[in-house]
Structure formats: structure tokens, C-alpha cells
């Protein structure tokens, strides 16, 4: 183990202005009866010990429907996440702007996510979805390992759908559009990132090809998973190509 440098005869080091020696990172905070807790909400705080954003959690009624957390019954199941950015003016009052959500499916301790949606800078617009696709095809109860995720750009504005029907045929520069795709090899719950597709904003032609290898020694995912290998350590470095490299 390595030692831990002295600090003799060195200026201990002052905290910048405004900025406590404590400040706090992040917190979670959670609902419900003893043994059966559920996450409310998490926070993450910047240097100065302001809130940067929250992450509200969102469950499953029995009745149907989905809650927060101080209306859901001990065992539902994780539905929803929100992240909002969070801000403080010099008045101290606070405003909210919805940045990503994320949708969850299958049995409460086994949900996968569904997909992603990512908002524009002020919370109004939607402007991209990611799909993530598994071994038993898109996620339901029976998803297992995860093998891919696409994110698409052009979705509708405002429910981030992928065939926004109200549009003219004609319009097809408005279509959908693929962003990214990125696929995933491992066992589940371990996978690990293989390899990303980027494309151009056509969405049809690829950009560059990024591949990640994990180890000292950069072994790629597909080897690792095939001698059962898991929890991979770091480093790990990725490698981007683009079509006419050699």
C-alpha cells in the first residue's frame, strides 16, 4: 500500500474563499418504514456547497399509476428518474429545470432501464431518446444481459416519441435520426461497453467507430466475458477510428 507523503514542515493548505474545507458532495435522501426504504431523492452539490442538480425517484402503485416516493407502498418497483438542474439567485430563491429522465420496467430489485430522454438547456424541448435493447429483445420482465443502447436525435418535442406521425412525409429531415449506438458485452448486471458507432448528422453515416479496452493489459469486453471475468478493473482506454483510417 502506498504510503501517505508528510506533510512536516509543509503550509497546510487554505480552502479558497467562500469554499468550506467540508463542503458537502452529495446526499440521498429517503421514505419510508425501517427495512423497507426507498430512495426519494439524491442531490449532488458544487465547490462552493450549492446544489448542482437533483435526482428525483418515481415508483410503482399497486392501484396503478406512478408516485414519489412518500406515496409508494414498501417493495414497488422504480418506474421513473428525474434529474433537474438546480439554481439559487442571489435572493436565495430556487428555481428547477428538468434536464433527463430515465424509465424503468420489470420487478422491483431486477428493473432495467427502458429508455432515456435528455431535455434542451432550458427544460422545455426534448432533445434526444436512447433505447436500450436486451438479450430477450426490447426490456420486459424476461430482459436479461444488455447488448444495446441507440440514442436518436429529431424525436417529438415534447414526448420524445420516434415516429412524430404529425408531420409531413415530405419532412424527412425532421425524421429521427440516429446519434449513437453502443453496444455492450458481459454477464448481467456487469456489462461492460464494447464498442460506439457515432454518425453523422444524417443519421446513417458512421462518423467513427470508438472501442474501449479494460486492464493493464487492454483486454477488449468480448475476451474478458468469454473467460468469465467480471467486475473489470481500470484503466481502461478507447480507441476512436473513423472510415479511411489505416
Known amino acids: 500500500r502506498r504510503r501517505a507523503r508528510s506533510s512536516r514542515g509543509s503550509p497546510s493548505p487554505r480552502p479558497s474563499a467562500g469554499i468550506s474545507p467540508h463542503a458537502r458532495i452529495s446526499r440521498v435522501v429517503y421514505s419510508g418504514e425501517a427495512g423497507g426504504e426507498l430512495i426519494k431523492f439524491a442531490e449532488n452539490y458544487r465547490s462552493d456547497g450549492k446544489a448542482r442538480n437533483r435526482v428525483t425517484y418515481y415508483y410503482e402503485k399497486a392501484s396503478g399509476g406512478i408516485v414519489a416516493a412518500d406515496g409508494a407502498e414498501e417493495g414497488a418497483a422504480l418506474r421513473k428518474q428525474e434529474t433537474k438542474r438546480v439554481r439559487i439567485n442571489q435572493s436565495g430563491a430556487v428555481t428547477e429545470t428538468l434536464q433527463a429522465q430515465t424509465f424503468f420496467a420489470g420487478m422491483a430489485g431486477f428493473e432495467k432501464t427502458q429508455y ?27 430482459s436479461k444481459v444488455l447488448v ?48 460506439v458507432v457515432n ?19 487492454n483486454y477488449a469486453p ?12 481500470s484503466p481502461f482506454r478507447r480507441i476512436t477510428t473513423r472510415p479511411g483510417d489505416t
Open 199 to 217: 454518425y453523422k448528422s444524417n443519421g446513417r453515416t458512421v462518423r467513427s467507430i470508438s472501442i474501449d479496452f479494460y486492464g493493464d493489459k
Open 116 to 142: 432515456s430522454l435528455t431535455w434542451n438547456t432550458a427544460g422545455t424541448k426534448i432533445k434526444s431518446r436512447t433505447v436500450f435493447i436486451y438479450s430477450d429483445g426490447y426490456v420486459d420482465k424476461n
Open 148 to 195: 444495446q443502447s441507440t440514442t436518436y436525435r429529431n424525436v417529438d418535442p415534447q414526448t420524445g416519441a420516434l415516429a412524430p406521425w404529425s408531420l409531413p412525409q415530405s419532412s424527412l429531415s425532421k425524421l429521427p435520426k440516429k446519434v449513437s449506438e453502443t453496444f455492450y458485452a458481459g454477464a448481467e448486471d456487469d456489462e461492460l461497453v464494447d464498442y
Open 222 to 233: 468480448s475476451i474478458l466475458a468469454s473467460t468469465l471475468t467480471l467486475r473489470l478493473p
